[in-house]
């Protein structure tokens, strides 16, 4: 029966309905849904590939295309994901990418990466950050969701829709204030009212990320409310040091090696 609504569901979305009408692509499931776009993976009729198509409706959804378009053309890196087609359907705007692994799946799944994996990822995500920063952006969403890889394991740095600049014309820094997404992986500061840099925010984020990787871990547990998790966080010392474990260690060393 489940099975069934999500046919006609399927079928009555608008998103999808625009995406029938392309010519390469067959919609499969809607796998997202933001304010003013909707994920949605496709076959690719030709290649005989699954493909992800974001596709963004309405005038605010048209401004986030526009941006986002900009930044995958200002932003070609090997570690940072590429778009594979654009295009624009009766008022909707469609972005396609190549359907990856996420990091988050694995740790869901709770199947451990081989330390040599780890290795090879997180240097393809500092390598994909120091790219970012040096052209004065900062991606403040770094975390599992955002990250992908390929069959030979190269990571991609994805979710680009709320980098923010920081540096202006005059090359002075920008800090930033408050907290983008859910909190989950965002440095301390974020949750302040205190201006901060976007950069030490970014790499805070990475270093979480790389625990979760390591450790098969969620630092913010689903189970207990998110205020009161971040609160505890912020509030007791220990709980930010005890991320400094023997395996946050090791990895360290393995990396430097």
């Known amino acids: 029966m489940s099975s069934f609504f999500g046919w006609f569901s399927l079928n009555k979305d608008s998103s999808v309905e625009v995406l029938r009408k392309t010519p390469q692509y067959t919609p499969i499931e809607v796998v997202k849904t933001g304010e003013h776009y909707k994920e949605i993976l496709c076959n690719e009729k030709f290649q005989f590939e699954k493909a992800i198509a974001k596709v963004f409706r309405g005038k605010a ?19 940072i994901i590429n778009v594979l087609s654009q295009s624009t359907i009766n008022g909707y705007h469609i972005l396609v990418f190549r359907n990856l692994m ?44 955002n990250l992908l890889y390929t069959g030979n394991g190269v990571l991609k740095i994805t979710g680009l829709s709320n980098v923010s600049l920081v540096k202006d014309s005059k090359n002075r ?51 207990q409310p998110l205020n ?24 360290g060393e393995l990396i430097n090696n």
Request: aromatic share 8%.
């Open 61 to 79: 959804g048209k401004k986030e295309y526009t941006k986002e378009c900009e930044l995958l053309t200002n932003l070609q890196h090997k570690n």
């Open 102 to 145: 996420k990091i988050s799946e694995r740790i869901e799944m709770n199947i451990p990466f081989p330390p040599g994996s780890v290795q090879s990822l997180f240097k393809d995500l500092l390598t994909g950050l120091q790219f970012l920063h040096g052209k004065n952006y900062c991606h403040r969403l770094i975390m599992p969701e």
């Open 228 to 251: 009161k998790r971040v609160a505890e966080i912020i509030q007791d010392a220990r709980k930010i040091d005890a991320l400094g474990t023997s395996e946050f260690l090791e990895l």
């Open 173 to 223: 820094e920008i800090l930033l204030n408050g907290l983008i997404g859910d909190g989950m992986f965002s440095a301390p500061e974020c949750f302040s009212d205190v201006p901060y840099s976007g950069v030490e925010a970014d790499i805070y984020s990475a270093g979480l990320t790389l625990y979760a990787m390591i450790a098969i871990y969620n630092p913010l547990p689903t189970d």
